[in-house]
């Protein structure tokens, strides 16, 4: 079997708004898709609006900003490889190989700000892919923009599975003392044989029970993301998580259920029985039973925690644990009565 290591995705899928595909030509025809170099491209945009508002029942209008499109993490449920199909990239090799970066997102980002008509209210980085993926290391547009959060004051939650957060402690610890910051670390398995072949280039979990303990240190108010909860795969695991979150400093917990839109669902299928070939039938039919006999779902309220006997039994698992190990935790308000219209002058000249 070709395996590509370091990778989440094994294949790379049809592009949706393509005319055309590539593949190999083979005496007999085509008969598989080009997987093209094993390296990272990066391929930089230049946007003119970088705060995107999501109408969405289940995420609240929630405002979010992407300083990268694909991720090189791989994770292999992970839903914004569709979006890699609107740029004219696969959602499997190509998401995880061709970076879009966001170079001026930062200053894209003080212009909204410098609006009369801008009304302050949080902003997610990360609501499509990991602002903390490793090219952040050296690009540091994700830092570039949380310098921008300090200037105006404004709030930002955050939500990453990299411990390249706590380089920015700094300025996270500056927006922390106006209750300007939420961070969330997701943590979807403690088993490091999972962790590897489920998100490949993330940080390992006892890293990211650092991480959370660091930011907890540092009075950065900080919970985990159990997401995606996938059935006989790691979904077990649910108390333990939680429990070692807690353990670590952190003080609240999200979860969802996996659900394989697009080609994620393609994706994903392939990569499960090259790795759990023992359990995949079993897996693939929980996670369709979760969401009304299909693995894919666009229902509102059902496609974030499913339906039904398995999943009333997930929800039940995730709050007897939050209940006893959290004692009920919450985020602490946004204080949004911060806000510097115009910016604080003195800061990053």
Known sequence: MNYHKGRGAQINTGIKFSETQTGHIHLEGIDEETEGSSKTEL???????????????????????????????????CYARNSHEF??????????????????????????????????APISLSGNTDCYQPVERKLEITRSLLKVFVKYAHPVSIITKNSLVLRDIDLLQE?????????????????????MKM????????NRLQTVQKLTE?????????APLIPSLNHMETPGIIKAAADHGAITAGYTV???????????????????PDRATKVWNQIAELHGGQVNDSQW?????????????????????????????????????KFQRGGNLNLFS
Request: some cysteine.
């Open 43 to 77: 391929l930089y945009e230049h946007p003119k609006k970088i705060v995107n508002t999501i109408e969405s029942p289940d995420l609240y209008a929630m405002r979010s900003v992407n300083p990268y499109q694909g991720c090189e993490h791989g994770c292999i449920y």
């Open 87 to 120: 740029w004219g990239y696969s959602a499997g090799l190509d998401f995880e190989r061709k970076i879009i970066v966001k170079q001026q997102a930062a200053s894209v980002l003080e212009q909204e700000f410098l609006k009369k008509t801008w009304k302050p």
């Open 175 to 195: 927006l922390a003392k106006n209750n300007l910051v939420h961070v969330y670390i997701s943590i979807t398995s403690l088993d490091e044989a999972i962790r």
């Open 199 to 206: 998100e490949p280039r993330t940080a390992t979990a006892k």
């Open 218 to 226: 540092s009075s950065i108010p900080v919970g985990v993301m159990v």
């Open 258 to 276: 996996v659900r394989l839109n697009g080609a994620v669902q393609e994706i994903f299928q392939d990569w499960l029985h090259k790795n759990f």
């Open 301 to 337: 309220g059902r496609r974030m925690v499913g339906e039904g006997v398995l999943a009333q039994s997930i929800a039940q698992l995730f709050s007897v644990a939050k209940q006893k190990y959290m004692k009920g935790g919450q985020m602490p308000p946004y204080d949004l009565t």
